[in-house]
């Protein structure tokens, strides 16, 4: 229920962030050493601001040290004191920035990395961060830690392949209600059908 909540509460944060955050915005490229991607509508992007919880932002529900890696973050940009929805790392593989972040929980830090997701009749992008520092340090880290953790979170879930295909959550899931999420049954179907 948490978690659904948590879904709800960052759905309609990108939805009310989507016409304020990005809409006129300044550019924020000059001085950046993100690697592009090649993305339609990406932009290099650097800038300073304090790491937060967003549920806490746009809440006001704000447990202690952002919610323990357990909540998604953004940075409150220092320029424009807009909340900037940071969505993830600088991995290949959709990963989120928690890991990323919550050292920096409450923090002021300057973050490089892409504009992503620019559409036409759609003002707001997400943030990827590439890299991250403490603002006036002088060495950037990459912004890279989440398969780390995932490891020392699940440390039984050793073995080749992706870490999706490991991951206990994904295995619990697939057990209860099959590969679509419909039933062991549609399953079934399915393989049966395309065999």
Partial sequence: MATNNAICCLAAACFLIAGVTFAGAEDFSEGSNAKELGL????????SGKVVDLLCELSGDCP???????RNMGIVR??????????KNSQFEFNGPVDDLLPYCNQ???VDGLLLAEDPGFTAKVFMAQFIRLSGQKEWKKADLWTKAWQQRNPGAEGEGPWYRRD?????????SGYFGLGHEADEQWREENE
């Fill in 78 to 87: 220092a320029a424009d004191n807009k909340l900037i929805v940071i969505a």
């Fill in 108 to 110: 002021i830090v300057d």
């Fill in 64 to 70: 202690a040290n952002c919610g323990d890696g357990k």
């Fill in 168 to 176: 206990p959550r994904v295995k619990k899931q697939i057990e209860k």
């Fill in 40 to 47: 339609s509508g990406e932009t290099k992007a650097t800038f």
